[in-house]
């Protein structure tokens, strides 16, 4: 699943020298080769024989020194932040930490960039990079769901949306964790180029040109630290311990001493959730668990899940 803004076609065009098929990818010291390497597979390799249009690839230095990958793979960027106003399209891979601020001069070229017209894309953890350029102030947003409520907290003003794999808002778009950057750029090459040309470089990709849902199957689930000291905690606590019974959210309210309707109000300002839906979801996950990590039968994990 993905969300799209779905844009006015006119805001999809770029006017002046920019041209959406120029990619600039931006890679700095510290980041993840397995993300850096998806817009260079995407957008800086020739199938033109597929059928799928060609773009121009500018590889460029976000800061200073050599470009040390988590893996420890030295890269070389040919190009440097000056090449980024040559380009329609910029790709701002995952981010190194997102403890780390981002160099200045990186984020005032992806200002200049973006206010000039260009395209601007964050794979990951990039969403933290655009989102302290400003960037992504009152916008629509996701990133990996480990860290989207951390993007949520430390920039409020973004509409983070941590279920989905993609966000496009027109003309600044981000991704999920990883692997969800093959489906934004893909996205990409459909937006630019239609259908047949994203089916043909997912082909060549052997990749899905679509995926269905988004990274909510992914999230964690697990309460709040503050429902520790709350004295639903126990009933919580109760409930987790004994998922492969068969009850309802009416004995859960029971052993709180509270009617089902506290109970209900209560449990939803403290999680977030309705508690048949978080009862739902934890037998749920509790079967995952049990399917991925164990030898039990389909019919013993349903068992040992309620």
């Known amino acids: ?44 390799i020739d199938r033109q024989d597929a059928g799928v249009p060609r773009y121009r690839l ?48 990186a984020l005032e070229a992806l200002r200049r960039a973006h206010e000039e017209g260009a395209r601007i894309v964050g794979l990951c953890t990039g969403a933290f990079v655009l989102a302290a350029a400003g960037l992504l102030d009152g916008r629509p947003a996701t990133t990996h769901w480990m860290y989207a409520p951390t993007l949520a907290k430390r920039y409020p003003s973004v509409h983070v949306d941590p279920r989905e794999l993609f966000v496009d808002d027109g003309d600044v778009l981000t991704s999920a964790g990883t692997a969800a950057g093959i489906d934004l750029c893909l996205h990409i090459v459909r937006t630019d180029h239609g259908t047949e040309a994203a089916g043909a470089l997912a082909r060549r990709l052997v990749v899905p040109p679509r995926r269905s849902g988004g990274q909510e199957r992914y999230l964690d689930r697990s309460l709040p630290e503050e429902i520790g000291a709350d004295p639903l905690a126990e009933v919580v606590a109760w409930a987790l311990e004994h998922l492969h019974e068969q009850f309802d959210v009416e004995t859960l309210a029971a052993r709180a001493y509270m009617s089902r309707r506290t109970f209900d109000r209560r449990f939803r300002s403290l999680t977030g959730s309705a508690p048949l839906q978080w009862l739902i979801t934890q037998r749920v996950l509790q079967a995952q668990r049990l399917l991925e990590t164990s030898d039990y039968s389909v019919d013993e994990v349903a068992g040992r899940c309620g």
């Open 1 to 44: 699943m993905s969300q799209d803004s779905t844009a006015p076609e006119a805001a999809r065009k770029l006017t002046g020298r920019r041209r959406r098929e120029v990619v600039a990818v931006l890679l700095f010291s510290g980041g993840p080769i397995f993300e850096s390497s998806i817009p260079l597979s995407v957008f800086g």
């Open 58 to 105: 500018l590889v460029c230095a976000g800061e200073d020194g050599p470009l040390r990958t988590t893996g420890g793979l030295e890269l070389t960027a040919p190009y440097g932040l000056e090449a980024i106003s040559r380009a329609g399209t910029v790709v701002v891979p995952a981010w190194r930490s997102i403890t780390s601020p981002p160099p200045p001069e």
